[in-house]
């Protein structure tokens, strides 16, 4: 992965690709695309897409975890290009998105929230930003077990189950607890940080993607995988497969 990403910097260099240009690209199509959703009135937003397929596969914008991503990409482009026209598309992309703030069932949340509302509010500072991020907060923190010390990733019957990837939703918590010195949410995250660091990672540095504690007493019951090939395996086997796959269905 190193290497790869080595060559596409040589090659963006040699080839005289800026940041601005690769901006400039990413407008272009991203702008594609929001027209493309704006005619089905947001009912839906992009979720994935395949190489050889030509339509998106889209998920109702209370439903996916990507869903804040799309209005994130015009608020970082509005940093590069201020236009009313970029400014316009990220607003019209991040309001449908505002009823996230009162799910619970899921820890995705903080990812739509930030990357829509956050960046919104990063820049603007609308009271109005900062409440959807503050109530989004209220939600994650009902997702809280104080004997895990962790908020729960996914609901399931067989424990209470934390993924690495439930670190990338601390930023909200942090924040709303910096907006409103609730310092509540700030240990709720300082102590998830903590726990994971502690029993997520290997001595080799390498995660595990799952760890699922008793919710009674906090105590480990097993650490594994949900998307690798092995028990102890996550990323690389996670990415490696899309690789494999793509080349498969090309050959």
Known sequence: MAALLLLTTLLMISGGVT???????????YTILYYEYLDQSFKTYP?????LQSDWISLSPLVGFTNGFFSGIFWNLLEINATENILKMATDLMLPLAPVA???????????????FGHAYRLFKQ??????????????????????????????????????????????????????????????????ANRTMYEHFRPDNGTYHVVEYNETDGSVIKKYTAQGIRRKSYLFFKYSFFVYLYFYRLC
């Open 19 to 29: 940041a601005f240009n690769v901006m400039g690209y990413a407008n272009v199509q």
């Open 47 to 51: 979720f994935m897409g395949y190489p």
């Open 102 to 116: 009162n799910i619970t069932n899921t820890h995705d949340v903080s990812f739509v929230i930030m990357s829509s």
């Open 127 to 192: 009271p109005e930003y900062l409440q959807i991020i503050v109530t989004t907060a209220g939600s994650l923190s009902t997702r809280y077990s104080p004997n895990v010390r962790c908020t729960r990733s996914w609901d399931s019957k067989e424990g209470f189950l934390v993924i690495i990837d439930n670190m990338m939703n601390l930023e909200l918590l942090f924040e709303a607890s910096n907006q409103t010195n609730n310092q509540t949410w700030y240990n709720m995250a300082w102590q998830h």
